[in-house]
């Protein structure tokens, strides 16, 4: 079973970025998997932000497709979110799942909480 | 996008007894790729059902899942203390992948 472990700031100013890595174990990013990151605020339901291919491809939620950015660097095993121009409507648990389009969220990292506040 | 509407937000049941949980999507869902994960307090969700009715590993089999088109359902047919929890559906076959609002079991 992959294991997944974001990491990253817990808080955020607004208008800033937002950048978590998350580290995937027990298995290699570069095989044949989509690698997602889903949100959930406090109290709210799932969110999907977006996903990446071990090819590089990627995929966007159009709600935040202007302030996201996923990248993949296959020689540390990790995938990053980065998303820009931040409010306190950003502030979220952040989790990072391997899965995607055509397959399920199979594995899911611990999460990690997000505040945007100054 | 495809919205899905899960029902009833919230389900108050006793252990032992069935649950039956609905989600509906507002446009017929590609190639039935439609999943089911539940969530308990402080934890990340876990995958139950994928492909409308296949069971992920590890999952008991009071665990089930049917449907097609745009109506789903989960149903777990005896409750135990651990299966109170909040589900969500999902359907991952159009982008951007949904989730339904979730449906809350909660102990009567």
């Known amino acids: 079973q992959v294991q997944l472990q974001e990491s990253g700031p817990g808080l955020v100013q607004p208008s800033g970025t937002l950048s978590l890595t998350c580290a995937v174990s027990?298995?290699?990013?570069?095989?044949?998997?989509?690698w997602s990151w889903v949100r959930q605020p406090p109290g709210k339901g799932l969110e999907w932000i977006g996903e990446i291919y071990h090819t590089g491809s990627t995929n966007y939620n159009p709600s935040l497709r202007s302030r996201v950015t996923i990248s993949l660097d296959s020689s540390k095993n990790h995938f990053s979110l980065n998303l820009g121009s931040v409010t306190a409507a950003d502030t979220a648990v952040y989790y990072c799942a391997r899965g995607g389009i055509y397959s399920s969220l199979v594995d899911w990292g611990q999460g990690t909480l997000v505040t945007v506040s100054s | 996008e495809i919205v899905l509407t899960q029902s009833p937000d919230t389900l108050s049941l006793s252990p032992g007894e069935r649950a039956t949980l609905s989600c509906r999507a507002s446009?017929?869902?590609?190639?039935?790729?439609l999943a089911w994960y539940q969530q308990k307090p402080g934890q990340a969700p876990r995958l139950l059902i994928y492909?409308?009715?296949s069971r992920a590993t590890g999952i008991p089999d009071r665990f089930s899942g049917s449907g097609s088109g745009t109506d789903f359902t989960l149903t777990i047919s005896r409750l135990e203390p651990e299966d109170f929890a909040v589900y969500h559906c999902?359907?991952?076959?159009?982008?951007?992948?949904?989730f339904g609002g979730g449906t809350k079991v909660e102990i009567k």
């Open positions: 027990r298995g290699s990013i570069s095989i044949n998997n989509w």
């Open positions: 492909g409308v009715s």
């Open positions: 999902q359907q991952y076959g159009i982008s951007p992948l949904t």
């Open positions: 446009q017929s869902v590609n190639s039935n790729y």
